[in-house]
Nanobody, 121 residues
Framework: QVQLGESGGGLVQPGGSLRLSCAAS??????LGWFRRAPGKEREFVAS????????YVANSVKGRFTISRDNAKNTVYLQMNSLKPEDTAVFYC????????????????WGQGTQVTVSS
């Protein structure tokens, strides 16, 4: 089992920034990813990071604005979100996979509870 806890969500104005955190514990894993689900939309891949070598994958929709990073000592992954737009409003979830470089939700077996991000003026 892997336990995941997200934090850092909230309300931010357009153009603002937020940093989400995901603390992981329990079994080891290969990849930790962030997904989001906006109201009325399908769950969407945002970014992922390979735990062993730090290689990252970022969705085109957020590339250049969002950055994923990890702190191995704290078993924590961060999602730095800059230049936020109203269309970034969603519940953000972190999840773990045993597949290296996983970018599809079906490859992820453990999910956090999610944290709400609202971008609005």
């Amino acid at each position: 089992q892997v336990q995941l806890g997200e934090s850092g969500g909230g309300l931010v104005q357009p153009g603002g920034s937020l940093r989400l955190s995901c603390a992981a514990s329990g079994r080891s894993f290969s990849t930790l990813g962030w997904f989001r689900r906006a109201p009325g939309k399908e769950r969407e891949f945002v970014a992922s990071i390979n735990w062993s070598n730090g290689r990252t994958y970022v969705a085109n929709s957020v590339k250049g604005r969002f950055t994923i990073s990890r702190d191995n000592a704290k078993n924590t992954v961060y999602l730095q979100m800059n230049s936020l737009k109203p269309e970034d409003t969603a519940v953000f979830y972190c999840a773990t996979s045993y597949v290296t470089g996983a970018v599809v939700a079906a490859s992820y077996g453990y999910w956090g509870q999610g944290t709400q991000v609202t971008v609005s003026s």
